[in-house]
């Protein structure tokens, strides 16, 4: 094919469309769910700073089921997708990482005898996480968060909590930090992005 060939099919195209000529059928558009929540490949500038670590609180439970949707039936709450890449400080995604998520239920309460609410995969060849859940309850004394850890292959952990924007209790939370903000798009359903960013060349 010739340099030019594709820029003259582009310029031909859009004549059709700016004349709005018939007889000509273009693809639809592919509509998948989890295209719209996530990119194929993470939006990049020069690198990054690692996603400050925070501390994982009194409630983890090591060796919570591998598991992407953590909702149960008859579970109080709204739906939540958490989802996101995982990737280097120079934006490369890294495949096959250990994500684990645990959170308070509707009411606020964390399962400590169970793992309720409780789950890790590990990020896809491209590097993405993808958790269906709940948004997490209030309890007293902290504002509304997410408890993650990340681990690349042969990495050291990272633990962290992610929180969302607007909530009423963010100033008044001692360890909150607008570094871990979601990045909330409301839905239905409502999807909540974070990119970890891991302290991996
Ligand atoms: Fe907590």
Redesign the pocket.
């Known amino acids: 094919m010739m340099p030019g060939t594709v820029q003259t099919r582009r310029r031909f195209l859009r004549g059709i469309a700016a004349t709005g000529a018939v007889g000509l059928s273009l693809p639809a558009a592919p509509h998948l769910a989890a295209a719209q929540e996530m990119p194929p490949t993470p939006a990049c500038g020069d690198g990054h700073a690692s996603t400050p670590a925070q501390t994982p ?3 983890f439970t090591p060796g919570s089921p591998a598991r992407t949707d953590l909702r149960e039936a008859g579970m109080a709450g709204t739906p939540i997708v958490l989802t996101g890449f995982v990737l280097t400080r120079s934006c490369r995604p890294i495949p096959r990482a250990l994500v684990e998520l ?3 239920d509707d009411a606020g309460a ?1 399962d400590n005898d169970g793992f309720r609410l409780r789950g890790h995969q590990f990020s896809d060849a491209a590097g993405r996480y993808r958790f269906a859940t709940i948004v ?1 309850g209030l ?1 007293p004394g ?1 504002t509304r ?1 997410f ?1 993650v850890r990340f681990q690349a292959p042969a990495e050291p952990v990272l633990t962290t ?1 992610f929180y969302f924007p607007g909530e009423p209790g963010n100033d008044r939370d001692r360890i909150f930090d607008a570094a871990l903000l979601l990045d909330i798009d409301p839905g239905p359903p409502m999807v909540g992005r974070y990119d970890a960013v891991l302290d991996v060349a």
């Open positions: 609180g009194p409630y645990w959170h308070a964390y997490p309890y902290r968060h408890h909590q």
